[in-house]
């Protein structure tokens, strides 16, 4: 499961205190050395607008605009020295999202889809549950499979539509369910004689898989995709009990938890019934106003009800999974592009920083109530800069916790033996 906050979510203002920016808060910005900005972005240092406290068993320090998280803190592992390779939103994207920076390469829930394989021949080996507003930086090509089997790539689905899945069922007047599978039946035919004179080639492979796998999903996705049937403390939890609620046109807290805690629950009907990677998008595309996590005007203002959403319906899904033993066996991945700066920008927001930024796993074997890895005292860069963590090693590591050697997950393309991991990573061995 892969939780990507899509426009750079601030890791000082919600995993990552700094009491240095507390007490210096309004003071003119020294890093001590020269540094490369996005956007102008260094004004004075500035604290973050939300309160910091422990919680836990462990006292791990959380913002209070991520509070829910609270109660999972002694499940989760902290990565608190990432660092990235550009501050351009699409670049570090296709980075998080595929280990590399630039198209053409598939995404991970591919990856994971093409090496482990399907276990229900109803529903999609991938599923993406993209941002209600629309797609984040790249679109589908996040989740694409590139040079793996067309077969392996994500399928999107927006639960909170009326159709979620585009063109899966026909209109009532258009036909029949006799005449459809009749109309496919030859289809499958016709497909199948083209494809023997041409050997090969996956796409039309995959094609033919996709007209089978949509008339097995006509049945089963319905039901999976189906909450009313949940209970109403379930419903509850995920901050669904407001479905059908009318909100103001502005981004809102509860509007956000009832869309991302709806993915949330989706998802964990997703993984119930086998589907092997689900990944969840909270923000789409950079636009005004904001409606994704890229906070150059107000942290308060654009974090606030994205962070709450993102919070709700995220502790909602560990406690779930925990409770239906299910996260023994499932990874949870929070993940975002770069970081934030420690300084201001417009007074209220904060530029782009891919030199330091969070992460945190939980699940699947991963040791939970620890926190790797530390950035210096403002959040600008690891505190050891020899020895930071890449995304290629928590690709690796979730790799390696789903049974596969990250170095042998290959495909020869173009004459280059391609991995998720390309020529880099090592399992995080710590948080395991």
């Known amino acids: 499961m892969q939780l990507f906050m899509a426009g750079a979510a601030s890791h000082i203002d919600l995993w990552d205190h700094k009491p240095f920016l507390e007490k210096h808060h309004g003071e003119a910005s020294d890093f001590g050395e020269k540094v490369e900005t996005f956007q102008n972005g260094l004004g004075p240092w500035m604290k973050s607008p939300f309160e910091f406290a422990a919680y836990g068993q462990t006292g791990k320090m959380l913002s209070d605009v991520v509070k829910p998280m609270g109660e999972c803190v002694d499940d989760i592992a902290f990565i608190h020295n990432m660092i990235g390779k550009t501050g351009v939103h699409s670049q570090a994207t296709y980075l998080q999202a595929t280990g590399f920076q630039r198209p053409g390469f598939p995404g991970m829930g591919a990856w994971v889809s093409y090496g482990l394989g399907s276990i229900n021949e109803n529903l999609p080996t991938f599923v993406v549950l993209p941002d209600h507003r629309g797609f984040a930086s790249n679109g589908p090509k996040n989740w ?111 509007e956000e938890a009832e869309y991302f805690g709806r993915k949330c629950l989706t998802a964990r009907r997703l993984l119930e019934r086998g589907v092997r990677f689900v990944q969840i998008w909270s923000g789409n595309d950079n636009g005004f106003p904001r409606r994704n996590w890229d906070s150059h005007e107000d942290i308060a203002r654009d974090h606030g009800p994205l962070a709450h959403g993102m919070a709700v319906g995220t502790a909602a899904l560990i406690k779930d999974l925990k ?45 939970g109530g620890i926190s790797h890895g530390e950035s210096d005292q403002w959040g600008y860069k690891p505190l050891d800069r020899l020895n930071p963590t890449q995304v290629y090693d928590v690709h690796a590591t979730i790799l390696h916790q789903l049974g596969i050697d990250h170095t042998k997950l290959t495909v020869r393309h173009d004459g280059v033996d391609r991995r998720l991991t390309d020529v880099h990573g090592h399992v995080i061995h710590e948080i395991i």
């Not at 993940?335 to 209220?348: D, I, L, V």
């Open 144 to 254: 694409g499979s590139a040079f793996l089997p067309a077969s392996a790539q994500g399928t999107s689905i927006f639960p909170q539509r009326e159709n979620p899945i585009e063109d899966l069922m026909p209109q009532a007047d258009f036909a029949t369910h006799d005449s459809d599978a009749a109309g496919l039946a030859m289809l499958n035919r016709l497909n199948r004689g083209y494809q023997e004179q041409r050997p090969g080639d996956s796409r039309l492979d995959a094609r033919i898989r996709a007209y089978e796998l949509a008339a097995a999903m006509q049945l089963s996705a319905p039901e999976a995709l189906d909450i009313s049937g949940e209970p109403e403390h379930i419903l509850k939890m995920y901050g669904l009990d407001r479905m059908g609620a009318t909100y103001s046109s502005e981004i809102n807290a509860p």
């Open 323 to 367: 409770q239906r033993g299910l996260l023994e066996d499932t990874i949870v991945l929070w993940t975002t592009e770069f970081g934030r700066m420690p300084s201001s920008q417009a007074g209220k927001g904060r530029d782009h920083n891919p030199y330091v930024f969070t992460n945190w796993l939980c699940g699947g074997g991963i040791q």
